[in-house]
T-cell receptor, first 116, second 113 residues
Framework: GAGVSQTPSNKVTEKGKYVELRCDPISGHTALYWYRQSLGQGPEFLIYFQGTGAADDSGLPNDRFFAVRPEGSVSTLKIQRTERGDSAVYLCASSLPGFANTGELFFGEGSRLTVL | GESVGLHLPTLSVQEGDNSIINCAYS??????FIWYKQESGKGPQFIID???NMDKRQGQRVTVLLNKTVKHLSLQIAATQPGDSAVYFC???WGGGADGLTFGKGTHLIIQP
């Protein structure tokens, strides 16, 4: 499809394990964002890429979280030594150049992470 | 810290009635506001936006009102339909917005038949 694609849609893991979540943005969207959404809450900003570089990673909660976007398209969010508190839906969004003029982010359906 | 919030977590309306969803913000530097709709199991979807130099903006069946004096934002949905059932988030942006948006907690809109 033409939308933002996230895989896996669901991931169940055990505490302490390593997890990777993938995001494939809309073609031509240079900006990519990761958000985390806990149950009953709004999305919480994690990191923003403009091209290949992380323009702002101030939302990453700690050094167990890391994200890459090596070729300026697909991005991977990596979580080390997962904890139960990491359980949430991880949303990826992309936007056209000039996002600041429209505010329109295009979100994927999210990856639901459950840490047992 | 978090500055965008909503007054009511759940709003129930009759099909065909108008809905009003409210949002308060505390950052006076915010200059751009956006409403998103999130259906169950899906990502948020852009509905409408408004800049701080405007008081009102209309879209298809939706109107956003901005009151900068009291730092209040509302989304009005006319003639609500079953497909309007969702969680609605207001989000704010300031300083160019390159870091994305700050979302509030959301209001769950329930449409009664």
């Amino acid at each position: 499809g033409a939308g933002v694609s996230q895989t896996p849609s669901n991931k169940v893991t055990e505490k302490g394990k390593y997890v990777e979540l993938r995001c494939d943005p809309i073609s031509g969207h240079t900006a990519l964002y990761w958000y985390r959404q806990s149950l009953g809450q709004g999305p919480e900003f994690l990191i923003y890429f403009q091209g290949t570089g992380a323009a702002d990673d101030s939302g990453l909660p700690n050094d167990r979280f890391f994200a890459v976007r090596p070729e300026g398209s697909v991005s991977t969010l990596k979580i080390q030594r997962t904890e139960r508190g990491d359980s949430a839906v991880y949303l990826c969004a992309s936007s056209l150049p000039g996002f600041a003029n429209t505010g329109e982010l295009f979100f994927g359906e999210g990856s639901r992470l459950t840490v047992l | 810290g978090e500055s965008v919030g909503l007054h009511l977590p759940t709003l129930s309306v009759q099909e065909g009635d108008n809905s009003i969803i409210n949002c308060a913000y505390s950052n006076s530097a915010s200059d751009y506001f956006i409403w998103y709709k999130q259906e169950s199991g899906k990502g948020p979807q852009f509905i409408i936006d408004i800049r701080s130099n405007m008081d009102k903006r209309q879209g298809q069946r939706v109107t956003v009102l901005l009151n900068k004096t009291v730092k209040h934002l509302s989304l009005q949905i006319a003639a609500t339909q079953p497909g309007d059932s969702a969680v609605y988030f207001c989000a704010e942006m300031w300083g160019g917005g390159a870091d994305g948006l700050t979302f509030g907690k959301g209001t769950h809109l329930i449409i009664q038949p």
